[in-house]
C-alpha cells in the first residue's frame, strides 16, 4: 500500500503547483514546504551521531524526492523579456566555500538564498595562457564574453601581461555586458566590496594590460608611460563605459587623488598626478550627483539622485566581521544595504538596469587562510541576493549568481553530521597522532606565522576561534594561498534563466544574459 500512499502525495502535490507554479520558487512566498515544516518542528535537534528524528525513516527521503520531481516537471520556462539583470558575483566562492557556508548557516541540508533558484551549471574558469585564472582574466571572461590572458582585463589574448604597447592597441579591446546595457537605454551600476578599480568591477569598463594599475604611480612603477596608459581609475571616470555609469559604490578612494591630498579619514591618495579624480567626477555632466563616503551619506542620499559615486574606504571595505568587531558597522554599508540603494536608483529608468554586485573579500580571506571571515562574506552575499529577488520581480529580472574562480580550501575527513565546520574532524585523528580541522588549504604563505617550522601545524596547541584566524595549509609557497582550478557554479532565476544549465564556458555567461535581455550584438529573445 505504500505505493498508493505515495501516488496520493505526489497527485495532491502536483495540484497545489499547478495553482502557484511560479519559475523561481520566490521567496515572497509565505509557504512552508515539508522539509521547512519538519525543520521548524518544535523540540526537534540534531544528534550528531545520527541526524535528526525524521531522517532516520526513508518515507521521509522518498516523499522529499517525490516532491522535487513535481517542483521541477511544474516549471514554466519564463520567456519574457529581461528588463532588467541583477549578476552576483562571489570573487573566490568556491563549490567547498558555499558547502562550509550552508553549514555555518543552518547546517548540511541547509540552502543559501541563490541554491534554491530552479537553474544551475558549471563553469569552466580557465584563462587562454593559465589552468587557473585570476580575476582579470575570468572578469573578461564572464563581462565580455572573450578568454583573455592571465591579469590581463578587458583585452582579447593578444595582449600578454603587461605588455606597455599591445594594450593601447583598441583592435585588442573587448566590449563588455555593461556597454551593451548603456547602449540599449538601460542605466548600470557596479557594487562591490573591494576596490571600485579591482579585477573584478574594472572588467565592465577598463581596457588594460596590467590588472594592478589602478593609478598613474603603478604604471610609472612598472616602467610604462602613464600619459600614454590610462590607469583603471581614470577609465572609470572619463572612459566611455565608466563614465554613463548611474552607481558606483564600494573602496578605493586612494586610486582617484593624488598622495598630496588628504582622504576624509586621515589617510591620503596613491596618484602622483595631482589630479582629483572624485571632484572631476562631480563636476562633469548635468546629473543629480552625489558624491558619499561613509553608511550615513549613502542612507540619506536625496530621492532624486540620479548617480552616484561612494568610495567607503582608502583602499578595500572591511570585512563583516571586522566591522562587527572593531563596531565600525554603523560606518561602513553592507553588501545588502549597498545593492538596496543601487536598485532604489537604478530602476527609476523605464528601459530598467544592469547590476553587477560582487562579494569580492570572500577571495581576499581565501588568500590570507581566513576561513571564517570568508565564509561570512559568503552569507553577507546571500543576504543581498535574497533582499534583490525580495525587491524585484521574476517575471522581469534575470537574477545570475556565480563566481570568478575557486581557491584551495577543502573541506576534508569524516566528521559526524552537525560537527562545527570550523572545528576538528571529530571522528578520527591522522597517523600522526594529531587532531585535523575539517577546513585546510592545500597551500599557503610560507611567512605565515603557523609555518614556523616544518610540519604541519597542530590544532590541539592553536587558536582558531577569531574572524581572522589563518586555517592550516599544506605547502608552503613565496606568496599567498592560491586560486584553485576547479570548476564554479551558476545559478540563475527568471527570464531565460534555464540558459544557464550545464557545463559551460565561463565566457557564455554575457551571450546569455545579453540574449535574455535584448542587448549587445549576437542573438536576442523575442
Known sequence: MKWIKSLCFVALTLACFQANAENCGSNRSKRLNAEEQLHHAPQASLSHSSGYPWEQNSDYWIKLGQKHVVEKVSQKLNKNRAKNVVFFMGDGMSVATQFATRVALGGEEHQLSFEKFPYAGLLKTYCVDSQVGDSACTGTAYMCGVKANYQTLGVDAQVNYEDCVAGLNTATHTESITQWALNAGKSVGIVTTTRVTHASPAASYAHTSNR????????????????????????????????????????????????????????????NDSRDLISEWLNS????????????????????????LGLFEQSHMQYYLESQEKGSQKSEPTLAEMTKKAIEILEKNKKGFFLFVEGGKIDLAHHDLMSRAAIWETIEMHNAVKLARDMLSDEDTLFVVTADHAHTMTVSGYPTRGNDIFGEVDREIATDGMPYMTLSYANGLKSSKQYSAYGRVNPATSDFSRWNSNFPFYVPIKEEESHGGEDVTVHACGPYAHLFTGTMEQSFIPHLIAYAAGIGHGPKSP
Open 285 to 308: 555632466g548635468t546629473a543629480k550627483k552625489k558624491y558619499v563616503w561613509n553608511r550615513q551619506g549613502l542612507m540619506s542620499l536625496p530621492s532624486d539622485t540620479e548617480k552616484v
Open 212 to 271: 594592478h594599475w589602478e593609478n598613474d604611480y603603478e604604471i610609472r612603477r612598472s616602467g610604462c608611460d602613464p600619459k600614454k596608459i590610462k590607469d583603471i581609475a581614470q577609465q572609470l571616470i572619463h572612459g566611455p563605459t565608466g563614465s554613463r555609469y548611474s552607481v558606483i559604490l564600494g573602496g578605493g578612494r586612494g586610486e582617484f587623488r593624488d598622495s598630496t591630498m588628504a582622504d576624509e579619514e586621515g589617510g591620503f591618495g596613491y596618484r
